[in-house]
């Protein structure tokens, strides 16, 4: 089970990081109207990422709870920079599907960990 979740992990890392990189630059450079997702994709996947790495150590639960936590952290961080504007011009900004699509990412991750915990095999108890 943990081999499986960590090919899962590694592989929505790298979506993740394919979705910030290649797929955003893409749709800005043609004027394409994706509905947004080029800007929250990013978010969703890093934090499915967060809560499938964290599930190797932690229980489900907690594994979520702590990787939703850390993006509306960064999030609420972004707000207070543009505030400032101190960050603004590096195009760091608060968006609150940001924080939608982290908590999406984190649920769909503690999801999948708990199918995964559940599926994993039971040991047989010796009968008598």
Known sequence: MVRRITWWAAGVGLVGLLSKTTYRRFVNSR?????GLSGVLPNFFYALFLTLVFGHWL?????????????????LDQRRHVEDRVLSSLGRTFDPWDVVACVAGGLLGFI??????????KPQTARR
Not at 31 to 35: A, F, N, R, S
Not at 66 to 75: D, F, N, Q
Not at 112 to 121: A, F, G, I, Q
């Open 59 to 75: 229980k489900p639960r907690w594994a979520a709870l702590i990787s939703i936590a850390a993006g509306i952290v960064y999030e």
């Open 31 to 35: 004027g394409i109207h994706d509905l």
């Open 112 to 121: 999948v960990l708990r199918r995964k915990t559940n599926d994993s095999p």
